[in-house]
Structures are given as structure tokens and as C-alpha cells.
Nanobody
């Protein structure tokens, strides 16, 4: 199982970035994919999650209306479109899988419920 994130970088506040998570080594279309982030000195938190058939999406309140999660099962890739970025969005962003297939938001956005992780990509938003 391998997950590789890309698309991070430095952006000014109000700007946009699109993160990608390319998967290999498992049946991508059978698993939900989650995006999580960890800011310096803070714990890892759930940002967004998408079900295996992208019929259900979940968002943390802090990003709702600004971030959009999607997936392309044919390309084995999940995306996180981030708009209207704020300095408080600065963090290392991770994608993860091998977690719950469906459930309430607090379950789908809980890092401890996901077993497979990528290496992360840094997002820095300047003020």
C-alpha cells in the first residue's frame, strides 16, 4: 500500500492550492480516502473524507465551503481543492486510507480510524 501526496507549497492568504493523493498497491475503489493535517505543535486533525464511490463527503467545520474533496477511481487519485486559504490552514497535509467505509462525520474524520498514510505535503499560507 502506498499513498503519495503532492501539490503543497507556499501561497498567500486568499489563494488556492490543489492537493493530489496517488494510490497504489490496493483496491483503491473499495476504500474511503481521508485528508488530514497537522500544524506545528498540534495534533493531527481530520479535514475531509470521501466515500469509496464518492457518494458521501465529509468536511471539518473549519474548511467547509472553502475546500472540496473529490476522487477519480480510474486514476487511483484523490484530490483536495483548497480555496480562500488562511494562515491557520498552514500544516502538513496527509491522505489516508484503510479506515471506515462509512459512518458519521466524527468517525470519518478521526485520524485514529485510518491505518495507511502517505508521507505528507507541506502547505504554508502567508498573511
Amino acid at each position: 500500500v502506498q499513498l503519495v501526496e503532492s501539490g503543497g507549497g507556499l501561497v498567500q492568504g486568499g489563494g488556492s492550492l490543489r492537493l493530489s493523493c496517488v494510490a497504489s498497491g490496493f483496491a483503491f475503489d473499495r476504500y474511503a480516502i481521508g485528508w488530514f493535517r497537522q500544524a506545528p505543535g498540534k495534533g493531527r486533525e481530520g479535514v475531509s473524507c470521501i466515500s469509496r464511490d464518492d457518494g458521501s463527503t465529509y468536511y471539518a467545520d473549519s474548511v467547509k465551503g472553502r475546500f472540496t474533496i473529490s476522487r477519480d477511481n480510474a486514476k487511483r487519485t484523490a484530490y483536495l481543492q483548497m480555496n480562500s486559504l488562511k494562515p491557520e490552514d498552514t500544516a502538513v497535509y496527509y491522505c489516508a486510507t484503510d479506515g471506515p467505509i462509512w459512518g458519521p462525520r466524527e468517525v470519518m474524520l478521526s485520524p485514529r480510524n485510518f491505518a495507511r498514510w502517505g508521507q505528507g505535503t507541506q502547505v504554508t499560507v502567508s498573511s
